[in-house]
């Protein structure tokens, strides 16, 4: 016999949680938006939460503060990079497998964010990241841990210590600083589009190679 109660709960279940998801991507959209057109200091707890309808309560259920808000976003392309990363070819090389997974991340990016907001949103509030000082200090210190976590996943798949062979953490940090210049250097363009930042980045992590080990003298 079927217990009605088992039969229910999962659909109720299911529902509560879709409730949650839509009310945590209506207060990011609605946080976004009003960073973008006011600034990040200026924009209140109030005026996000006044946007969607919910109290302050509500916000901070999902948010510990305005600065979660802001790199929401960040973790969601980030951890398709890492997944991304594991899922790159056992034969590759490490700097290989990196850019790969960089390449496919930006090529996913819309579908990663998809159920969040407009991938033009996202691009929009990493230029915000970019020319906002407070900002720009978080994402540096979340770039640091970032590396060290990518440095231990290279050396998985290498299988070397990552404390007692320092070549996992140097290809990674030659890798995170491409894409550190390569984000200021879209920051500052007038293209603010998926493809620009995705060129950007491939031009720049293919000639990372040849700038370190040739001659740049009488070179293009």
């Not at 959209?29 to 996000?48: H, K, M, N, P």
């Not at 929009?124 to 970019?130: A, D, K, V, W």
């Not at 500052?188 to 740049?216: F, K, M, N, Q």
Request: neutral net charge; charged residues 30%; hydrophobic residues 40%.
């Amino acid at each position: 016999m079927i217990d009605e109660r088992s039969a229910t709960a999962a659909p109720v279940t299911g529902l509560r949680e879709r409730k949650k998801r839509r009310t945590r991507n209506a207060l990011l959209r609605a946080a976004l938006v009003l960073f973008l057109s006011q600034g990040y200091e200026r924009t209140t707890v109030d005026e996000i939460t006044d946007a969607v309808h919910v109290s302050q309560r509500t916000f901070f259920r999902y948010f510990a503060n305005k600065e979660e808000v802001v790199f929401a976003l960040q973790e969601l392309v980030e951890a398709r990079f890492v997944a991304e990363l594991h899922a790159r070819p056992a034969a590759e090389g490490p700097f290989e497998a990196l850019r790969g997974a960089a390449l496919a991340a930006w090529d996913t990016v819309e579908v990663t964010l998809s159920e969040v907001v407009p991938v033009d949103l996202y691009m929009r509030s990493y230029r915000l990241i970019e020319s906002t000082p407070a900002l720009l200090a978080v994402h540096l210190r979340r770039s640091t841990e970032l590396e060290e976590r990518i440095s231990r996943l290279i050396g998985a798949r290498e299988g070397l210590d990552v404390d007692a062979d320092p070549r996992p953490r140097v290809a990674v940090a030659a890798f995170c600083g491409v894409t550190r210049v390569t984000g200021r250097l879209w920051g500052r363009g007038e293209d603010t589009s998926v493809e620009s930042i995705r060129r950007l980045t491939e031009t720049y992590l293919d000639r990372i190679g040849p700038a370190l080990t040739s001659s740049w003298r009488g070179s293009a």
